[in-house]
């Protein structure tokens, strides 16, 4: 098995970087779904010049307060007013972090996952194997828990990764939980360790949240455009050729994201 690649929810996909990630052989994807697999996802040509239709969202620099809307300042300077935003254990997330997590995929508009224990521990496990940094959000009034932030840190980049952050903060008209979070973060990786970007990771392919348009809108987050190659083992091919027409009438939010991901290979 490539230690670069990593096995989740069936898709293979890179475990380094978007920056270092390069187009695949065929013996090489092949090697990959041997061990086990649906597909392969490869992504490389990372912040090409040309317009493509696939992307990672990505900040390569910060500017503090003063690259910000009036509007964002605003929300930013009373969220860090309502929460305190630091790093802490995994062991916190792993006590405290389930229901949290299970409200926020409840609260997608698309609900193309479903989120039970068992999934939350699994995933913990693949953070703690690859070093996930945890920041928690606290209601400072309470100091309580609120909200978290998984992220996957590399020598010179970092990928924002899982978020929950339970929803009658994130609805409460005056606290802003989101603009103080990526706003802190942002400013810990961009300013004070001087990486060279941070991501929120590729072009969404099920839209359950707005959290891609919001990174752009408020916090000058942009597109790198790449291009995306899927490789599938022989089963899912054929499937994906049968149903890839009909795709427009399916309902099925999983294989609709598989779907949509394939129009976005074209």
Known sequence: MRPDYLLYRNAWRFAGPPHLEQQLQTDEYRSLLKEGGYFVRNT????????????SIIKDHFGGLEELSGNTRKKVRRSLEHFEFKFV?????????YPILKATYEDYAVSDRTMNARTFNAFLDLCEQYNYE?????????????GFCLNHVWPDS????????????????TTYPYYGLYYSMNQYYLQEKGLLYVTD???????????????????????????????????????VKLLYPLRKNIRIPQVKAVLNM???TK
């Open 134 to 146: 945890c920041w928690g959000v606290f209601d400072r009034d309470n100091n309580t828990l609120v």
């Open 262 to 264: 394939e129009a976005m």
């Open 89 to 97: 254990d995994l062991k916190l997330i792993r006590k405290e972090g």
């Open 158 to 173: 970092c990928e924002y990764g899982v978020v929950g952050i339970l929803p009658k903060y994130k609805r409460k008209s």
């Open 201 to 239: 990771g590729t072009r969404s392919i099920t839209e359950h949240s707005n959290i891609q348009p919001f990174l752009e809108e408020k916090f000058h987050f942009r597109k790198a455009y790449c291009h995306l190659k899927i490789h599938y083992n022989w089963w899912m091919r054929i499937a």
């Open 44 to 55: 490389y040509d990372f912040d090409c010049e040309k317009e493509t239709s696939f992307w």
